[in-house]
């Protein structure tokens, strides 16, 4: 089969949208026409979500990938015929494509660039800013990371830091790739609980999910993440007093000494920072 061009693709719909009499319509019909038409969109996107297994009470359901295509497909085939009914040309929707790919990317550089150039502090989740649970499948499915009992005076904490002009990253091993909601409860448990948060990262390999930034220490509960950091040049903080001693740019201690800890970094790294400029 030929390929087809999204000229092409378009022609097709809107030919289909004349035999169902979208032609010649007064503004007020053709504006009702789109918005049904983009309610069948709508509700299509909701099928294809039913074939990706996002139903949370289906937490082992596996997707249809083929199925997926097809719904897809059906999305894309009612914006068309939005499209067609308002009366977009294909040269008018590549150009605006275009135009939102270039913002969005902007965007995206500039987001970033702002960070990078920013100090950060790095926090852990579990075990730093919440309690740490061994959580099955099933809990997290059932959403188990909204009920996690946080660390209050931790949580008020990352306000202070950033109040210091310091960025909060957050960053976690939790697989957000593995169970559907894990990035959504997340998002929504630390919005409940005040967290102050600047950018929010889910990565196993978490040195390097912050490599490029200007970490000025970072606050975990794993020794192994600790020293990662700590292998990466980044002065890290291990909330458990007895595993001193595994990297020179590892402190271990309590709980209670992070603090004090932070704020001393921070204050050092900041005014050597300034004096360099």
């Not at 004349?18 to 709508?42: F, I, K, P």
């Not at 209050?152 to 909060?168: D, L, P, S």
């Not at 790739?177 to 630390?190: G, N, Q």
């Amino acid at each position: 089969m030929a390929e087809m061009t999204f000229e092409e693709m378009l022609d097709i719909q809107r030919a289909f949208q004349s035999r169902m009499g979208d032609v010649g319509l007064d503004e007020q019909a053709r504006v009702d026409r789109m918005s049904h038409l983009t309610l069948l969109a709508y509700s299509e996107s909701c099928d294809m979500m039913a074939m990706l297994g996002y139903k949370t009470h289906h937490p082992f359901h596996k997707p249809q990938w083929g199925n997926a295509l097809y719904e897809w497909v059906d999305q894309f085939k009612y914006m068309m015929a939005v499209a067609a009914v308002a009366g977009f040309t294909a040269d008018e929707i590549e150009r605006a494509f275009t135009d939102k790919s270039i913002a969005v990317e902007q965007r995206l550089d500039r987001d970033r660039q702002e960070l990078v150039a920013q100090p950060v502090v790095v926090f852990d989740i579990d075990g730093v800013l919440c309690e740490f649970k061994d959580l099955s499948d099933r809990d997290i499915t059932d959403g188990a990371f909204l009920d996690v009992t946080p660390d209050e005076m931790m949580c008020a904490f990352t306000h202070t830091v950033q109040a210091w002009g310091v960025k909060i990253v957050l960053v976690t091993s939790r697989k957000d790739y593995r169970w559907r909601r894990v990035a959504s409860d997340t998002e929504i448990w630390l919005r409940n609980h005040g967290v102050a948060c600047d950018r929010l990262v889910f990565a196993y390999d978490k040195a390097e999910a912050v490599s490029g930034f200007n970490v000025l220490c970072a606050v975990e509960d794993s020794a192994k993440h600790a020293l990662a950091y700590a292998q990466a040049g980044i002065d890290t903080i291990l909330i458990d007093p007895d595993r001193s001693g595994i990297h020179d740019a590892v402190t271990s201690c309590s709980r209670e000494r992070v603090y004090g800890l932070v704020a001393h970094i921070v204050a050092t790294k900041m005014e050597a920072q300034y004096a360099a400029e």
